[in-house]
């Protein structure tokens, strides 16, 4: 079974511009979350889909937003980039209580 | 706010020792999880507890939970080099599966 996938990989901007970061979940699974790592924020969660529904979000301004289609892969937008959005970005999808699975992540660094 | 504290945030230790890791939250949950960071790696997951006493084990590592505590405990025993690792454990909340994770243990396992 293929694990989840995000794209890019690394991907770097400029401050102000904008950008889009997708993961496809692993098959079956309907629920995807999106996670910030930074080195002095740790692990924050952003985002919780489940069928195409947000179902929580995290405490960030609203340059940050999120959809999920109705194949349960997922984008996320941050829009007007600063300096502080540079991190790893992960997407993580499940089935309700059991273990969220993890993808790679895309690196993101603003110039 | 549900809050989640790990201890010790830096751990060195000799190959063959075993050690503790402890993480306290604050608020009522029966969902605790357990993830290794390599370096430049994303999450791997490695136990989900989801109930008072749960106790779980793979090869050297051993997770509880305590949700009356509010305390989970990642126990090493007779470490190896290759367990070197971060270390985090996340709790969902009452309601939803958003992860609060803790900061970390960065685990160094030496000769």
Known sequence: KAGVTQTPRYLIKTRGQQVTLSCSPISGHRSVSWYQQTPG?????LFEYFSETQR???NFPGRFSGRQF??????????TLELGDSALYLCASYLQQETQYF????????? | E???E????????QEGKNYTIYCNYSTTSDRLYWYRQDPGKSLESLFVLLSNGAVKQE?????????KARLSTLHITAAVHDLSATYFCAVGPASGYALNFGKGTSLLVTP
């Open chain 1, 56 to 58: 929580n979000k995290g």
């Open chain 2, 59 to 67: 090869g050297r590592l051993m997770a509880s939970l305590d949700t």
């Open chain 1, 70 to 79: 109705s194949n349960s892969r997922s984008e996320m937008n941050v829009s």
């Open chain 2, 6 to 13: 790990q201890n010790p945030l830096f751990l060195s230790m």
């Open chain 2, 2 to 4: 549900l809050k989640v």
């Open chain 1, 103 to 111: 993808g790679p992540g895309t690196r993101l660094l603003v110039l």
């Open chain 1, 41 to 45: 924020q740790g692990l924050q969660f």
